[in-house]
């Protein structure tokens, strides 16, 4: 059992910058690949990022490319995301996952827990 825990939404203008953290409790955060996803009103849960279990690949959302960075401190049971030049179209409540597979994998299904998400604003 993996209990997550986003901080780090909140509002910010466009072509700013957030950093969200997601703590993770329990002692086998290590052996999960760790994910990134977002929902806007209306619209179904899209994928952000993902992580492998060491850090050491990542895999991006193809309109996050070059503006977000996924990272984790397995030491601290943590998972990153940084944003960078924001948009209006990145206003949503984004969400950390775990998932026990053993390949990246886009899909909500394929996560096994889920943070409860935190909101980001971004304004024109």
């Known amino acids: 059992q993996v209990q997550l825990v986003e901080s780090g939404g909140g509002l910010v203008q466009a072509g700013g910058s957030l950093r969200f953290s997601c703590a993770a409790s329990g002692r086998t955060f290590s052996t999960y690949i760790m994910g990134w996803f977002r929902q806007a009103p209306g619209k179904e849960r899209e994928f952000v990022a993902a992580?492998?279990?060491?850090?050491?690949?990542?895999y991006y959302g193809g309109s996050m490319r070059g503006r977000f960075t996924i990272s984790r401190d397995n030491a601290k049971n943590a998972v990153y995301l940084q944003m960078n030049s924001l948009k209006p179209e990145d206003t949503a409540v984004y969400y950390c996952?775990?998932?026990?597979?053993?390949?990246?994998?886009?899909?909500?299904?394929?996560?096994?827990?889920w943070g409860q998400g935190t909101q980001v604003t971004v304004s024109s």
């Open positions: 996952a775990a998932s026990s597979l053993s390949v990246f994998a886009t899909t909500p299904s394929s996560y096994d827990y």
């Open positions: 992580i492998s279990r060491t850090g050491q690949i990542t």
